[in-house]
């Protein structure tokens, strides 16, 4: 018996559908991710200001808190798009699932 090795129709159809919505989706989460990656580092930078005010030897406290703020900021960065672009991407693909079945009927 020979299998078919090309897709069926609807499959490609529903694969096409999946894809592109993430696309459109990742794009769209680009400005949201952005915000919240800033919002997060000016929350580091005045947590740091503030905790250097009230420490004597400022200095080395400040740059050590700037350091670990970028760094701790950086290390969601991935974890953020990824909530930000998870959600806009099921919205996309349900939403346009439900189109095409309504266009069906």
Not at 13 to 40: D, H, M, Q
Request: hydrophobic share 40%; with cysteine.
């Amino acid at each position: 018996m020979v299998k078919n090795i090309y897709m069926d129709y609807n499959k490609r159809k529903e694969l096409n559908l999946r894809i592109g919505n993430l696309i459109i989706a990742i794009f769209l989460s680009i400005v949201p991710t952005a915000i919240t990656y800033g919002t997060l580092s000016i929350h580091g930078l005045n947590i740091c200001r503030t905790l250097s005010s009230k420490v004597k030897s400022t200095k080395e406290i400040k740059e050590s808190c700037y350091e670990a703020s970028w760094e701790t900021t950086k290390s969601y960065i991935f974890l953020i798009g990824f909530f930000i672009t998870l959600p806009t991407w099921m919205w996309f693909y349900l939403s346009m699932k439900k189109r095409e079945t309504t266009l069906k009927q």
